[in-house]
């Protein structure tokens, strides 16, 4: 640590607790309102009420949504997790011409706006004759999640030792053997940690699903459809209801980041 | 765990050829990659040189784009939106950036870093709608107000375009932010200590030493939040409004509601070429720091 000024550092957190709080606001208004029986968002806060959570459990749509988001966030971050690990494995371990182009081709739906993948996939994959469905949400959101499911596990992987996977070798294991007994289980926390982020990326993500449905409804496109056609109070409370669930796990998985960087 | 060299001795391992080198464990992603990314992109692009009401191919798409100020317009919008959105949020980036790596102790600033980013893992759409409670003219602020001046006040910002940057720079810090500490906190403290000993001052530490070498992560920054806040949808619609449309929902209106799929295919093809071009920095930079997560 650099000696900085008292009033520098004073300064500085200031900063830092302004712009803090100014991400928090409208999160914590959110949560006022999801307990208020006013009708409408607006103040003063009337009385407390539980009412808009009972609505939100009560509705078929959102039900629906729910259940249509977790099993397509549960595949997407299996698939993306498994093409993840192989991948990073190869990255750090095999020697191949081309490395940093590859690199850099798997890691490019980073770097592109989610509407373009989105746009692409419809257009394609409707001109060859599918029907836009939550297949190819399913597809799609693999795509989304992948650069950030091959960076974390990368990085892990090329922080175990090479000792360990050479001696399985030597004792007579197969290449596949070892990464399965050896490298898989030397980063199980980040493999754990890289299934959950990768599952709350898809459950929260709505261009990507909104551009490859019709009529099919994942829980972020109820919320939007919601929030454009309409006026409906319970939307703080599946606001509220959906930010902690995220969260969580977002403290979950980095929880367990943390965890394989203390056993380095 | 038992070293291999104690279970093996006198017969020396013989490490595999390279023959067994395992590159193929790329091929997954790589053709995931090619049949979901490569060949819709490539499939759009050449869908924008076609027409919907005649074969062959035509520039008169891109005619029609740029002819059009509705268009014209909605493209400059969002490169604006992006643009303002990247400068204000470096403002308070670097500052933010510089505080978390030498004004804070190493145990904290996991901490402090952790929640700044938390909130942007959750849904994008709900933090935007969150702001209209916030922002709107019956919203917390202007009741705030209202109730200071005596009087109601209309504050007139949501949707506008001012709000949209707003909703868009808050992204932009966090993750700026997050791409310069990356780096900074990789500078040598060894050369700071060198600034001082040599008389230098905070300040000259600063601009002469951690800025030329936090530049890079900057540049990473900046370019990430460019390309995604280009190409956003949910936070123009949301806090902007439809008034004055940006590229993304005009490009998402021609889809769903014309079925003007060559059209559509022309506004993506120019969010692309936008994007390659806003790209380009990060080649500049590549050389000087290792893609990180």
């Known amino acids: ?264 | 765990m038992v070293g291999p060299g104690a279970v093996i001795q006198g017969s020396p391992p013989r490490r595999r050829s390279p023959v067994t080198n395992l590159w193929y464990g790329i091929l997954p992603a790589v053709i995931l990659m090619a049949v979901f990314f490569v060949t819709p992109i490539g499939y759009t692009i050449g869908l924008s040189f076609t027409h919907a009401d005649h074969a062959g191919l035509t520039l008169s798409n891109y005619a029609a784009f740029f002819s059009n100020d509705r268009f014209t317009d909605a493209l400059a919008r969002s490169i604006l939106m992006a643009s303002a959105a990247v400068i204000i949020a470096s403002g308070f980036a670097y500052p933010l950036a510089w505080f978390l790596t030498y004004a804070v102790r190493p145990g904290r600033r996991l901490l402090l870093l952790f929640v700044l980013i938390a909130p942007f893992w959750t849904s994008f759409t709900i933090r935007a709608f969150s702001w209209q409670l916030v922002l709107s003219d019956s919203g917390v602020i202007a009741f705030i107000l209202g109730r200071i001046l005596g009087e109601p006040i209309a504050l007139g910002f949501l949707y506008t375009m001012s709000a949209s940057v707003f909703g868009l720079t808050l992204f932009g810090i966090m993750l700026i932010t997050l791409t310069i500490f990356s780096v900074m906190v990789t500078i040598d403290p060894r050369l700071l200590e060198a600034n001082r000993d040599l008389g230098g001052s905070e300040w000259q530490g600063f601009v002469e030493i951690v800025l030329p070498l936090s530049f890079p992560g900057w540049v990473i920054g900046a370019v990430l939040t460019f390309i995604i806040c280009v190409g956003d949808y949910a936070v123009p619609t949301l806090l902007g409004g439809g008034f004055k449309p940006v590229l993304a929902q005009l490009m998402l209106s021609t889809l769903k509601g014309t079925y003007d799929l060559p059209m559509a295919a022309t506004f993506a093809a120019v969010l692309m070429v936008v994007v390659l071009a806003s790209a380009l920095p990060l080649a500049l930079v590549r050389r000087q720091v290792r893609l990180q997560g």
């Open chain 1, 1 to 264: 640590m650099v000696r900085t000024t008292i009033h520098g550092r004073v300064a500085f957190a200031l900063l830092f607790g302004a712009v803090t709080a100014t991400i928090y606001l409208p999160i914590a208004v959110m949560a006022v309102f999801s307990v208020n029986s006013g009708r409408f968002q607006v103040m003063p806060f009337r009385e407390f009420t539980l009412v808009w959570f009972g609505r939100v459990f009560r509705d078929d749509q959102y039900f629906t949504g729910l259940m249509n988001s977790v099993a397509i966030a549960t595949a997407v971050s299996v698939t993306a997790t498994v093409i993840a690990f192989f991948c990073a494995y190869s990255l750090v371990n095999a020697r191949f011409p081309g490395k940093t182009a590859v690199t850099l081709f798997v890691l490019a739906p980073f770097a592109v706006p989610l509407i373009l993948i989105g746009i692409g996939l419809r257009l394609y994959f409707v001109s060859i004759g599918f029907e836009p469905s939550l297949g190819l949400v399913y597809a799609g959101q693999v795509l989304y999640v992948l650069p950030l499911a091959v960076l974390n596990l990368r990085n892990r992987i090329a922080q175990i030792p090479k000792s360990h996977e050479e001696a399985a070798w030597a004792l007579g294991a197969s290449r596949m053997r070892a990464i399965l007994e050896i490298v898989l289980p030397s980063c199980r926390f980040a493999v754990v940690a890289t299934l959950i982020i990768t599952f709350t990326f898809a459950f929260d993500e709505f261009v990507i699903a909104y551009f490859l449905t019709n009529f099919s409804i994942t829980l972020p496109i109820k919320i939007w459809t919601t929030l454009v056609t309409g006026f409906d109070p319970a939307i703080n409370a599946i606001g509220v209801l959906v930010f902690g669930f995220s969260m969580a796990l977002g403290i979950v998985a980095q929880a367990l980041f943390m965890r394989k960087d203390q056993r380095k």
